[in-house]
């Protein structure tokens, strides 16, 4: 089956604690990106990868991190410096193409529920 | 002012009617419009993606684009209770690095049997 895949899908963290989430995808996109959703809110980007070895900051990157050492992955790290990361955490993908084609659609996996306790 | 701003909701309408959901845009040079579905608890799902102005069909949905009055719209015709879910309007601005959307915060619609 072609797709984005997420893990886990719960996850609770302990304060001061890093915890990762996955994601992979089998659709040969060269695009990958990390969301946060808030309850009642729209997706806010935290991290976003074009090609292997280099990403983005997006416009909520403080207290997280990211990699990109394979073109199908990309975990990212929610650190002990994000202080309210209770959220829904969604990974998404798509071609690297130009803002007028549409192999810019990005597609999403089936995210991450990341609960503070 | 948000870069994308959706009617507020929650739109309720009966089954059988068209629902209409809004969206407007403040990069006067965004270039790629798309809608998603969103569940309750799920992730969200392409409905639909335009480019250039006027209208682009899809079944029972409708896209529509006025780039000079900066409006994308989605319209669902013949609407069904399993339509209720909230509905994301994302946009690609000219410039943005890659394909970067930027989220509207949604509009929650509810389809009453």
């Known amino acids: 089956d072609g797709g984005i895949t997420q893990s886990p899908k719960y996850l609770f963290r302990k304060e001061g604690q890093n915890v990762t989430l996955s994601c992979e995808q089998n659709l040969n996109h060269d695009a990958m990106y990390w969301y946060r959703q808030d309850p009642g809110q729209g997706l806010r980007l935290i991290y976003y990868s074009q090609i292997v070895n280099d990403f983005q900051k997006g416009d909520i990157a403080e207290g997280y991190s990211v990699s990109r050492e394979k073109k199908e992955s990309f975990p990212l790290t929610v650190t002990s410096a994000q202080k309210n990361p209770t959220a829904f955490y969604l990974c998404?993908?798509?071609?690297?193409?130009?803002?007028?084609?549409?192999?810019?659609?990005?597609?999403f996996g089936p995210g991450t529920r990341l609960t503070v306790l | 002012q948000k870069e994308v701003e959706q009617n507020s909701g929650p739109l309720s309408v009966p089954e059988g009617a068209i629902a209409s959901l809004n969206c407007t845009y403040s990069?006067?040079?965004?270039?790629?419009f798309f809608w998603y579905r969103q569940y309750s608890g799920k992730s969200p799902e392409l409905i639909m993606f335009i480019y250039s102005n006027g209208d682009k069909e899809d079944g029972r949905f409708t896209a529509q684009l006025n780039k000079a009055s900066q409006y994308v719209s989605l319209l669902i015709r013949d609407s069904q209770p399993s339509d209720s879910a909230t509905y994301l309007c994302?946009?690609?601005?000219?410039?943005?690095?890659?394909?970067?959307?930027?989220f509207g915060e949604g509009t929650q619609l509810t389809v009453n049997p």
């Open positions: 998404a993908s798509s071609f690297k193409g130009n803002v007028l084609g549409p192999t810019d659609t990005q597609y």
């Open positions: 990069d006067r040079g965004s270039q790629s």
């Open positions: 994302a946009v690609i601005g000219v410039g943005t690095s890659g394909s970067r959307l930027t």
